[in-house]
């Protein structure tokens, strides 16, 4: 069945079974490898995209559901100046270990700054729950989040 | 002290007589190449090394690098090629880093596990590229008919300060490609105060690909018309296909083949199961929701959790059958002394899982096995898949992707085995994709383990015996992998009555070396027993771990384990001050546990300050770490986060992480059941390292051992309860 999308600013079309999730749609139909599988249980969010600016996880999101939702990813991300500082702080403090789940951590971190951009210890904790970083590189995502909200233009 | 297990494919023992040599040749299209290898392999003809390193100047100035050893997160592509640079005296933003073959003939041993990639490379690097930085002076001095030793150089360039003339490495490359290669034993280095990049904080040399999303792991491999396969192995280890609804999974959608894989009865390599190959990795995981197999489950299916505690049970009462060390009299010892404590512990089965689930993409092509895999053990993994499809090693050829995470799972090949075996069954390239349900159930765990200790206290509270009577697992007398002990383990050698044995019990399911293999466990047992001791003599548990170490001194060799007292004593006394251990005024139910560990040549004392609530759920609050890693912090940025995630990774296993088994199989399957640690439980990880007079060591795991007993000892301060048991969970 063929499914008209818009990711990252383009139309795309998909001709997949409808209960396929988006990740699946995403990295092998679509080669955008940016979205990871880590789960499929939407437990890890490394699959983490945005659907109409909100952060969901596309391992558990049939794409039959999407409709006309504007979906960006990781590869996207850098398309807002939003996007680019975040992804601007994470090169600058270093975040990343083995960067396998980072592409998720930017997405929902992204979210948050857009909804809260001066976000607190515990807005951070809130937000950020979803995302797991094996490597735990929880010092520094925070770090990342508070250096984008300092430094950011109002 | 806990290194990788000798047995390990990984663990290649360095061999001190063999000399590194150096040869030199022209790259195609002009330019210097040098490769470092050893005399022994070169005299036969092939340039086997245990360490080599490889580089390319271009006209240019762009210098490529090879970093020899595979990425899990550690840094190391980065990290062993900046050694090289600052050697050299190259322009880091000249610098390119490729991934090296998996060539143990042009690279020697290529591997990572148990932090030591900087341990067997630092002094080698920095010979390779100072013996590039020699060669490109002389070719210099040449040109301008003076004396090499009048040369200096600065990034990228040679320079003659009296005539004030420079030559760019890209020029010179050329010339200096012709030229003899210096004697790498005579080549002079830097000194350390010289050093422009070594010290200094520099990001991964793939992190902008990281942000941006580029296709750069495992999971990320394509290839043209390829196959995707999942591949259900018996949930019980060893089990056997007797049957599968193979013509069933044939009719389904999408799917290709499906076809019974048959495997032998090595836990570590190629297992019995079903194959589904599909046009999609999503259609072949649903036509496996309608997969039905009748097991051969096997002997194992008579193992439990349960079944393991209550063994160890029984053995706890016997005497061990196997001795690690005996010292003194400890029967006599516990006898007389003024006061002895008893306490049993225990720690669960854990799990690596890495957050890229283990894949593999495989080709059977021109009679070449080509492969494409995220693995800690290229050449193991070569060897294994060789072996498994009966072909040479030489037709096998292993790219090493960036592997998302690592922790020792990827130490074992298990799924490169698995990849190559259908791929050669379908036809056609086949990527093969696990779940995480097959990641927790089929890994190699970190054993679980029981302790019976029983020490004894003199009047004055000195520690005067130790017995320790370890049931674990194995066969015979052999411990299962990285499930033992040494007999080396602190407090021993430092107690005048110490007895140190073992029973085995034996063990169906697979284990492997988990991130600081066995110091992860021993490390709370031991570190927990001499917080309960320091209590019951009265003392501070800082000033009882002092006393114990006394004076700074080495004890032991490098065949019985190293354990330098002083480096103990230096981190603990650092840690102390950091923390402002014993001083500081905490709120009721909150409280700092400290605790040390030497492993992976590493020496690390931590303070965790936790607070538990009303309702029994623990908080950490924060951790102060001081590590003593030797003379030189390669890159401070990734040490820095290296030992953040370390020591939260410890913390995290021991607050939740279990893996039980029933019937033979794990009953946990994801991350509902298997919690990880997220934001809202991490904690702020303040580090510093202390700089000793010794060869610089490896990052990636000694910072985790001290982790999970300096909470449970921050626990007893903030509520007087002792956890002799993980996880922790909720008290």
Same mark, same amino acid.
């Given at each position: ?11 795309r ?34 699959c ?9 996880r596309s391992?558990?999101l ?44 930017i997405?929902?971190?992204?979210a948050?700054?857009a ?18 970083c094996?490597?735990?590189t929880?010092?520094?995502?925070r ?12 | ?5 000798t047995?390990?494919?990984t ?19 002009? #330019? ?17 090394? @245990? ?7 271009a ?12 990425? %899990?997160?550690q ?9 090289i ?6 322009d ?5 880093i ?8 042009k690279?020697?041993?290529?591997f ?17 590229g ?6 490109l ?17 600065k990034p ?12 760019? =490495? ?20 830097k ?13 991964g ?6 942000v ?11 290839l043209?018309?390829m ?9 019980? =280890? ?13 009719a ?5 083949k ?10 570590e390599?190629l ?11 999503w ?17 194992t299916?008579?193992q439990?959790?349960?079944g393991?505690a209550?063994?160890a ?14 010292? *003194? ?17 225990? =720690?669960p089965f854990i ?21 494409? $895999? ?15 499809? *009966? ?25 490169m ?19 995480r ?6 890994d190699? =765990?970190?054993?679980?383990?029981f ?34 002990m ?13 007895? %140190? @044995? ?6 169906g399911?697979p ?11 021993l ?23 002092? @006393? ?17 007292t ?13 923390s ?20 992976h ?10 607070a ?50 029933v ?8 991350? #509902? ?5 997220r934001?809202?439980q ?20 000694? $910072? ?10 921050a ?5 007087g ?11």
């Open positions: 069945m063929s499914f008209q999308l818009t990711i990252n600013g383009q139309k079309t998909a001709d997949v079974d409808p209960d396929t999730p988006l990740l699946w749609v995403l990295r092998d139909e679509l080669d955008l490898k940016g979205p990871k599988f880590g789960c499929g249980a939407g437990y890890c969010g490394a983490t995209v945005h659907l109409d600016g909100q952060p969901v391992c558990r049939p794409v039959s559901t999407i409709g006309a939702g504007k979906i960006t990813t990781i590869e996207g991300i850098g398309a807002t100046a939003l996007g680019r500082a975040v992804q601007a702080a994470w090169l600058e403090l270093d975040v990343m270990q083995c960067g396998y789940c980072q592409g998720g951590q997405l929902a971190a992204t948050l700054l909804a809260t951009p001066k976000p607190t210890d515990a807005d951070i904790d809130a937000a950020m729950a979803g995302n797991i094996r490597c735990a929880y010092n520094r995502i770090a990342a989040i508070h250096h984008v909200a300092a430094t950011r233009k109002a | 002290m806990t290194i990788l297990d047995k390990s494919p663990d290649a023992p360095a061999d001190p007589t063999r000399r590194l040599f150096l040869t030199i040749s022209a790259a195609a299209g002009g #330019g210097l190449l040098i490769g470092a290898g050893l005399t022994a392999q070169a005299a036969t003809g092939a340039a086997a090394s @245990e360490l080599s390193a490889y580089i390319r100047i006209p240019d100035g762009i210098i490529t690098l090879q970093s020899k050893n595979p990425e %899990i997160g840094g190391i592509k980065t990290t062993l090629p900046l050694i640079a600052e050697e050299l005296d190259a880091w933003s000249k610098v390119r490729e991934q090296a073959a998996t060539d143990a003939t690279f020697g041993a290529q990572s596990g148990g932090s030591r990639s900087v341990d067997m490379n630092y002094d080698q690097m920095r010979k390779v100072a013996a590039g930085r020699q060669l002076i002389r070719a210099a001095a040449a040109q301008w008919g003076v004396e090499p030793s009048m040369c200096s150089t990228g360039f040679v320079v003659h300060a009296a005539s004030g003339r420079t030559l760019s =490495y890209g020029v010179l490359a050329s010339a200096a490609s012709a030229l003899p290669a210096p004697d790498l034993a005579t080549v002079p280095l000194s350390p105060k010289d050093f422009r990049l070594i010290g200094k904080p520099h990001g040399i793939d992190s902008a690909k990281i941006r999303g580029e296709p750069i792991f495992g999971i990320d491999t394509v043209p018309g196959s995707y396969a999942v591949f259900e192995k018996c949930p019980v =280890y060893g089990g056997r296909v007797v049957s599968a609804n193979l013509d069933e999974m044939r389904l959608k999408g799917v290709r499906a076809f019974i894989v048959k495997g032998g009865t090595a836990l390599g297992l019995d199961g079903v194959a589904i190959v599909a046009d999609s990795w259609r072949a995981n649903k036509a496996r929701e309608a997969l039905k197999v009748v097991w051969d489950e096997g002997a299916a008579s439990s959790s349960k393991f209550e063994q049970k029984a053995l706890a009462s016997q005497p061990g059958t196997k001795t690690m060390r005996k010292d *003194g009299d400890v029967d006599a010892a516990l006898a007389k002394a003024a006061k002895v404590v008893e306490a049993a512990y225990s =720690y799990a690596h899982a890495p957050l890229e689930p283990q894949n593999c993409t495989a080709e059977l092509k021109d009679g070449k096995v080509i492969l494409h $895999a995220p693995t800690q053990t290229p050449q193991a993994g070569r060897k294994l898949v060789a072996r498994t499809l *009966g072909v040479n090693e030489a037709d096998v050829i292993v790219n090493v992707t960036r592997c998302g995470g690592g922790f020792g799972r990827r130490l074992n090949n298990d799924y085995a698995e990849a190559a075996a259908i791929a050669r069954e379908a036809g056609g390239p086949v990527k093969l994709v696990w779940t349900e097959d990641d927790l159930r089929h190699f =765990y970190r054993a679980g383990g302790h019976n200790l029983k020490a004894g206290l003199s009047a004055e509270g000195k520690l005067v015996a130790w017995r320790n009577h370890f049931v674990g697992f194995g066969s015979g007398d052999n411990f299962a992998p990285s499930a033992g040494s007999g080396s383990e602190f407090p021993a050698r430092l107690v005048e009555n110490c007895l %140190i @044995e073992a029973s085995l019990m034996p063990l399911v284990t492997g070396a988990l991130r600081a293999p066995q110091s992860n466990a490390s709370f047992v031991f570190q927990s027993f001499i917080d309960e001791l320091a209590h019951a003599a009265g003392k501070d548990p800082l000033a009882f771990r002092l @006393e114990i170490l006394g004076e700074p001194r080495q004890v032991g060799t490098p065949a019985t384990g190293e354990f330098d002083g480096r103990a004593i230096g981190v603990l006394k650092l840690v102390a001050e950091m402002n251990f014993g001083r500081a005024k905490l709120p009721a139910r909150t409280g700092q546990g400290i605790a040390f560990y030497y492993s040549k590493g020496y690390f004392a931590e303070v965790v300050q936790a538990v609530s009303a309702d029994g759920e623990v908080t950490v609050q924060k951790v102060w770490v001081a590590g003593d890693v030797g003379s030189q912090i390669v890159n401070p940025s990734m040490a820095e986060n290296q030992v953040q995630g370390a020591v939260l990774d410890g913390l995290a296993e021991a607050l939740g992480q279990e893996i039980t088994f019937g033979g199989k794990a009953e946990q399957s994801n991350f #509902g059941e298997y919690p990880l640690l934001m809202p991490s904690c702020p990880v303040e580090v510093r390292f202390l700089i000793t007079d010794h060869p610089p060591t490896g990052l990636g795991e000694p $910072a985790l051992p001290p982790a999970p007993p300096a909470l449970c000892n626990i007893f301060a903030a509520t309860k002792r956890i002799r048991s993980l996880p922790i969970g909720r008290l």
